[in-house]
T-cell receptor, first 114, second 111 residues
Framework: KAGVTQTPRYLIKTRGQQVTLSCSPI?????VSWYQQTPGQGLQFLFE???????NKGNFPGRFSGRQFSNSRSEMNVSTLELGDSALYLC?????????????FGPGTRLLVL | GNSVTQMEGPVTLSEEAFLTINCTYT??????LFWYVQYPGEGLQLLLK?????DKGSNKGFEATYRKETTSFHLEKGSVQVSDSAVYFC??????????FGKGTLLTVNP
């Protein structure tokens, strides 16, 4: 079974631009979560989507948003990019059935904001 | 809120040495506990997990036991290899299915 895939793997943007990252979960997984990883703040939860609905949201400004499609694929969008948004963005999927709560991560999208 | 504290690195060991990375947590309720590993330039890979007190997770020679009385989930391996060099993250998942991570421990194993 294919793992979690994320596109693109690398991205360079300039301040003020916006960016959209994509995540395809493991087949059959219905929940997708997004995390930001930076050297200073470590791994921080952004949000979780399940059945096209945002179920949880971390402590990030409204510039960070996401959505989930009917096939469980998810996108996250960051508008008005700031230098501090440079990070590795990780997507994780979970089957979301009973106690099948393990999250499986993709390889990440490395975003550099100049 | 939930939090995870793991030992600061970096940790440098010789091949075949014994490894311990300490991890303690603060959480309400009964969280599940995880160890993830991150190799350079890659995402996180699940190493092992435990979902209730006294459970022992194990994989590839690594072990960790869920100790509710000491709120700990220390990672151990009896004999490390060069290929174990990576960053190790302890994490917990509470009832909201959000993962809370420790800051990570960089392990370097020298031949």
């Amino acid at each position: 079974k294919a793992g979690v895939t994320q596109t693109p793997r690398y991205l360079i943007k300039t301040r003020g631009q916006q960016v959209t990252l994509s995540c395809s979960p493991i087949s059959g997984h219905r929940s997708v979560s997004w995390y930001q990883q930076t050297p200073g703040q470590g791994l921080q939860f952004l949000f979780e989507y399940f059945s096209e609905t945002q179920r949880n949201k971390g402590n990030f400004p409204g510039r960070f948003s996401g959505r989930q499609f009917s096939n469980s694929r998810s996108e996250m969008n960051v508008s008005t990019l700031e230098l501090g948004d440079s990070a590795l963005y990780l997507c994780a999927s979970r089957i979301s059935q009973g106690n099948q709560e393990t999250q499986y991560f993709g390889p990440g999208t490395r975003l550099l904001v100049l | 809120g939930n939090s995870v504290t793991q030992m600061e690195g970096p940790v440098t060991l010789s091949e075949e040495a014994f490894l311990t990375i300490n991890c303690t947590y603060t959480a309400t309720g009964y969280p599940s506990l995880f160890w993830y590993v991150q190799y350079p330039g890659e995402g996180l890979q699940l190493l092992l997990k435990a979902t209730k007190a006294d459970d022992k997770g194990s994989n590839k020679g690594f072990e960790a036991t869920y100790r509710k009385e000491t709120t700990s989930f220390h990672l151990e391996k009896g004999s490390v290899q060069v290929s174990d060099s990576a960053v190790y993250f302890c994490a917990l998942m509470g009832s909201n299915y959000k993962l809370t991570f420790g800051k990570g421990t960089l392990l370097t194993v020298n031949p």
